[in-house]
């Protein structure tokens, strides 16, 4: 019996899910070496691609919620493929647009269609089909998936600038996205829903949750994680490129990266390589373990590892290390504080619920990529947005531990 119920855990949801998440953001990871080629082309300041991209992922931080009520109220499926409809439009015509404002403007659309195919809706529909036993290790392995597309993402987009235009690639990732949609017919299950939350309405749940103190700090919490993660994605690879460029040459890591811009590439494959083990891994302990330690453990090593990293000289083996340790700490966040969510709260309203914490991961992306692009501008590094970094980070790890993490059913809150 055990063993019939293991196997169960792969069901077409998950699958389906982690299929789509995949693509949603191998294309999503890839923005970032974007960067230095667009600006080049154009003759843009840092900061014009970086504001972009902050509004991409401002825009992906208000969707979430959007996509999900709508998911909870008109289906799953209707939501995600009006996602993914979205991301291939919002791409296809930004690879002929030409000003800062056009990119920026389109980056909405984009930000919109990475809500629709991203954590929001994908990882509600598998919490709420999977069995209680099984949804911590299922919101990983979903997480994972995602991670998977950073993996493969970057060096499929590095290898095809090297061979022709952005505005070209831009076109193909286009394609890619709305082919996306033959995925979406596997989402279709029955949702393992207790009666009181079926008949539990959006308004009421939202009230419960905004009166708990608990939900304000996971609110507060997530907020570094996007930060940081946003950051990194988007600045890495010309970080990397500036930093590094006068030691490459001889090192080890240059036998794998012909480039600097290589190198870059491969630094986010990693993190997204390390990030699928580090997903499992936290959604599996999430069972085990008390959720809120395990993410404050998780900030407070994040924190570490930007200190050493940033106080020590750069170099490609510096570049590596940092991209795994980081990656296995990436998006370990995301099944912990959804899992937390579902558990708390419920599972009928969890994509809504989990889509209004990931808003404040998303005004953190948000702050991260201007900040980024903007400091950049004005001191010529990125020294200070590390700093900052550090600092939020630091916050988060502290701010997880007063959580209460008892469903809320069970527990009376503490009058105001």
């Known amino acids: 019996m055990n063993q019939k119920n293991n196997t169960n855990i792969f069901t077409p949801v998950l699958i389906g899910g982690s299929l789509i998440l995949l693509i949603s953001f191998a294309i999503r990871s890839t923005f970032g070496l974007?960067?230095?080629?667009?600006?080049?082309?154009?003759?843009?300041?840092?900061?014009?691609?970086?504001?972009?991209?902050?509004?991409?992922?401002?825009?992906?931080?208000i969707g979430t919620p959007i996509f999900s009520a709508f998911a909870e109220k008109f289906g799953d499926r209707k939501a995600i493929t009006l996602g993914l409809i979205l991301y291939a439009i919002g791409v296809f015509i930004s690879s002929s647009a030409s000003s800062p404002e056009a990119h920026?403007?389109?980056?909405?659309?984009?930000?919109?269609?990475?809500a629709g195919s991203g954590f929001g809706?994908?990882?509600?529909?598998?919490?709420?089909?999977?069995?209680?036993?099984?949804?911590?290790?299922?919101?990983g392995i979903t997480t994972a998936a995602g991670s998977a597309g950073q993996v493969v993402g970057p060096p499929f987009a590095a290898g095809l600038l090297d061979i022709m235009p952005w505005s070209s690639v831009f076109i193909i990732f286009a394609i890619i996205s709305i082919l996306t949609i033959v995925l979406v017919p596997l989402l279709k299950s029955k949702p393992k829903i207790s009666k009181k939350e079926i008949e539990e309405n959006l308004s009421d749940a939202l009230k419960e949750a905004f009166k708990d103190p608990t939900y304000t700090m996971l609110f507060l919490g997530f907020f570094s994680c996007g930060f940081q993660?946003?950051?990194?994605?988007?600045?890495?690879?010309?970080?990397?490129?500036?930093?590094?460029?006068?030691?490459?040459?001889?090192?080890?890591?240059s036998i794998v990266c012909n480039s600097v811009a290589s190198l870059g590439a491969l630094s986010i494959a990693l993190i997204g390589l390390f990030n699928i083990i580090g997903s499992i891994t936290a959604g599996a302990m999430g069972k085990y373990y008390t959720k809120k330690y395990l993410l404050s453990t998780i900030y407070t090593g994040r924190t570490i590892a930007a200190i050493i990293f940033i106080m020590l000289p750069i170099t490609p083996t510096s570049v590596v290390i940092f991209s795994i340790v980081m990656g296995s700490l990436w998006l370990a966040t995301v099944p912990l504080t959804s899992g937390i969510i579902?558990?708390?709260?419920?599972?009928?309203?969890?994509?809504?619920?989990?889509?209004?914490?990931?808003?404040?991961?998303?005004?953190?992306?948000?702050?991260?990529?201007?900040?980024?692009?903007?400091?950049?501008?004005?001191?010529?590094?990125?020294?200070?947005?590390?700093?900052?970094?550090?600092?939020?980070?630091?916050?988060?790890?502290i701010i997880h531990l007063p959580i209460k993490e008892t469903p809320l059913s069970e527990r009376k809150l503490t009058p105001a």
């Open 34 to 61: 974007f960067q230095i080629p667009i600006a080049d082309e154009f003759m843009w300041a840092r900061s014009e691609f970086s504001m972009a991209i902050a509004i991409q992922n401002l825009a992906w931080g």
């Open 229 to 253: 993660l946003a950051f990194i994605t988007a600045h890495f690879p010309a970080f990397i490129a500036e930093s590094s460029s006068p030691i490459i040459q001889g090192s080890l890591i």
């Open 104 to 114: 920026q403007f389109l980056n909405i659309l984009i930000g919109f269609g990475i």
């Open 342 to 397: 579902g558990y708390i709260y419920g599972l009928k309203f969890m994509g809504t619920l989990y889509g209004i914490v990931f808003l404040s991961h998303q005004i953190g992306s948000f702050v991260g990529v201007w900040l980024g692009g903007l400091f950049y501008d004005i001191y010529g590094s990125y020294d200070i947005v590390w700093w900052v970094g550090i600092g939020v980070g630091a916050f988060s790890a």
């Open 121 to 139: 809706p994908i990882l509600a529909v598998v919490g709420r089909t999977a069995a209680p036993e099984k949804r911590s290790l299922a919101l």
